[in-house]
């Protein structure tokens, strides 16, 4: 089954304590991003990547890594979370940038104590 | 830079009437796409239908119609007949396209329009 992967579904911890938001996608897709969503903001994104080794900023990065090392995986990294990185994120990737519909995942509800 | 605006942050109906959301986007290309998603309250995000900017055909697909309009700027989405299982967060979205441009491919969403169908 074709699937974007998030783990974990749910996560609440402390300020400055590092985390990761694992994403995989059994898709071969050379796309793949990362949002956040908030109430009233619709989704923002965070960071994408258009392929191996190639990543780069979006709307909202300040705070956030990520890294993409294979094909498949996109992680999403806050080496120190605060509080306003409680939010519900999103990994999502597609077969090109833009023009085709994106799969997304479950998403990661995050809570920065 | 492009920009979606979904100006109706809540919506609420009964059963069976029929409901518009409103979706009006902003870009200087020529060349993009656009998008609706749903986000029923189990929280997935569900690809419901693709536009390109050369295609002003409306489509209905079931209870869903679509009305794209370039000469407006708005890809509105109407539910005929409503049902409960229609509630959700509707988000429309663009990618537009433009060589050498930051905002290659990229995808904006609206902020979203909550959608409540009472029974």
């Known amino acids: 089954e074709a699937q974007v992967t998030q783990n974990p579904r749910y996560l609440i911890t402390v300020t400055g304590k590092k985390l990761t938001v694992t994403c995989s996608q059994n898709m071969n897709h050379e796309y793949m991003s990362w949002y956040r969503q908030d109430p009233g903001l619709g989704l923002r994104q965070i960071y994408y990547s258009m392929n191996v080794e190639v990543t780069d900023k979006g709307d909202v990065p300040e705070g956030y890594k990520v890294s993409r090392k294979e094909k498949r995986n996109f992680p999403l990294i806050l080496e120190s979370p605060s509080p306003n990185q409680t939010s519900l994120y999103f990994c999502?990737?597609?077969?090109?940038?833009?023009?085709?519909?994106?799969?997304f995942g479950d998403g990661t509800r995050l809570s920065i104590l | 830079a492009q920009k979606v605006t979904q100006a109706q942050t809540e919506i609420s109906v009964v059963e069976k009437e029929d409901v518009t959301l409103d979706c009006v986007y902003e870009?200087?290309?020529?060349?993009?796409?656009l998008f609706w998603y749903k986000q029923p309250p189990s929280g997935e995000l569900v690809f419901l239908i693709r536009?390109?900017?050369?295609?002003?055909q409306n489509e209905i697909s079931g209870r869903y119609s679509w009305n794209f309009q370039k000469s407006t700027s708005s890809f509105n989405f109407t539910i005929t007949a409503s049902q409960v299982v229609d509630s959700a967060v509707y988000f429309c979205?663009?990618?537009?396209?433009?060589?050498?441009?930051?905002?290659?491919?990229?995808?904006?969403f609206g902020q979203g329009t909550i959608l409540t169908v009472h029974p």
């Open positions: 870009t200087r290309d020529t060349t993009y796409y």
């Open positions: 536009r390109n900017s050369f295609d002003e």
């Open positions: 979205a663009l990618s537009a396209f433009h060589a050498g441009g930051t905002s290659y491919g990229k995808l904006t």
């Open positions: 999502a990737s597609s077969l090109t940038l833009g023009r085709e519909p994106q799969h």
